[in-house]
């Protein structure tokens, strides 16, 4: 039948099973190595599904939901952890006002109308009926106030002048203006020209900043008595905490150190943020007690001390737990803990260095929540973080 394709010869057999059996083998091949590839795209694209959740949370990290500070949430609105009140702005209706009694007064002025709003006649012998008070609070005038030390030099009859102790120099600024400038510095952080230009404005002295500078060390001096024993009240505390932030001093990046309790802290400046700072400041390695921190990984290294976590980080990190939870499994638990972490708020050590028991959940609830998220979660096998 014209159209039906000749059947090979029983000759051209074993050539043809051959050619078959190659293009087979070629094509096996090829199938092998598709599907190696399909295997190698599958695990790149769970390893990008990983890399892309994790990058979605870290952006969505801020100081609300993890132990990023607020500076670190840009321009958005400050997030705050302290749950409303439930009270409005200002003076409860009903307070005392803030007026000065009496006897704190320092100027009384008398305002009398001279002339009646209705006859227009003179009001000079008029019966005073009610007197309203009123009080303006304002500061004095500030001036810078000289006084003139005279240092007497006497001679008796043997000849030897004695010179009295006094001013220093011939003139000088006192201890009050030194004491503002040093506080203005440490305390309200007023860089060094803005410091200058603030008492140059306000109190017409004109300080440069090398004074201020020279200021600075004098008190830096004057304290160190007071910081060594601040270091040895801190070391014999039952809790301490202890925190580090950075920041920029002379164009370099420095950290700022704190150990304190409720009544006492101890600040460093240092150029790390590690071990070295902590032997610096002297106070977690020879801590006996316990240690109020975050996760920084240096603080493991003093095995004296107890330590525990801060319970701020608990409250900011919770509730990244329960908000990157897959919506068919949700951490409710995480919710919880933290709710019932925040009712009790976050209070600090007290003055004798412990820290108060109202401060953590009640421990009945904690450990059941605890037992729940051991029992989803159980531990691995290998550290993870050694």
């Not at 607020?70 to 997030?79: I, K, R, Y």
């Not at 705050?80 to 006002?97: F, I, N, V, Y």
Request: with cysteine; charged share 20%.
């Amino acid at each position: 039948m014209s159209g039906t394709p000749s059947l090979p010869s029983q000759a051209e057999l074993p050539a043809l099973v051959a050619e078959l059996r190659s293009e087979l083998a070629a094509v096996r091949a090829e199938l092998a190595a598709a599907r190696a590839e399909i295997a190698q795209l599958g695990a790149e694209n769970a390893r990008l599904r990983v890399e892309n959740a994790e990058l979605k949370r870290r952006l969505g990290m801020n100081s609300k939901n993890s132990s990023k500070p607020p500076s670190g949430d840009g321009l958005a609105e400050p997030v705050s952890l302290r749950k409303p009140s439930g009270r409005g702005p200002g003076k409860p209706k009903g307070g005392a006002g803030g007026a000065a009694a009496g006897g704190g007064l320092d100027v009384v002025k008398v305002h009398a109308p001279a002339v009646c709003g209705g006859c227009a006649g003179y009001l000079a012998s008029a019966e005073v009926v009610p007197v309203e008070r009123r009080q303006v609070f304002d500061l004095p005038d500030i001036r810078l106030r000289v006084t003139e030390h005279r240092l007497e030099h006497r001679r008796r009859g043997c000849g030897t002048v004695t010179t009295p102790t006094g001013a220093a120099a011939p003139a000088q600024y006192g201890p009050g203006i030194k004491s503002l400038a040093v506080y203005l510095l440490n305390r309200q952080h007023l860089p060094y020209e803005r410091c200058a230009e603030l008492l140059a404005e306000v109190l017409g002295a004109e300080v440069a900043t090398s004074t201020l500078l020279e200021w600075a060390g004098q008190c830096a001096k004057a304290v160190v008595a007071h910081t060594e024993a601040v270091r040895a009240q801190l070391i014999a505390c039952d809790v301490v905490g202890c925190d580090e932030t950075g920041t920029r001093i002379a164009g370099r990046t420095c950290w700022v150190h704190t150990a304190r309790t409720r009544s006492l802290t101890l600040y460093l400046v240092h150029a790390k943020g590690g071990v070295a700072a902590f032997e610096a400041m002297g106070v977690l390695p020879h801590l006996g007690g316990i240690a109020v921190r975050d996760g920084w990984k240096p603080c493991k290294t003093y095995t004296g001390a107890g330590h525990a976590l801060c319970n701020a980080h608990h409250l900011r990190e919770l509730p990244a737990v329960a908000e990157n939870a897959p919506k068919d499994q949700p951490e409710i638990w995480a919710a919880d803990l933290a709710k019932a972490a925040g009712i009790r708020g976050c209070q600090g050590p007290s003055a004798a260095g412990r820290t108060p028991r109202a401060s953590f959940p009640a421990p009945v609830r904690w450990r059941e929540r605890n037992r729940q998220d051991s029992a989803r979660h159980p531990q691995p096998a290998v550290n993870l973080r050694q």
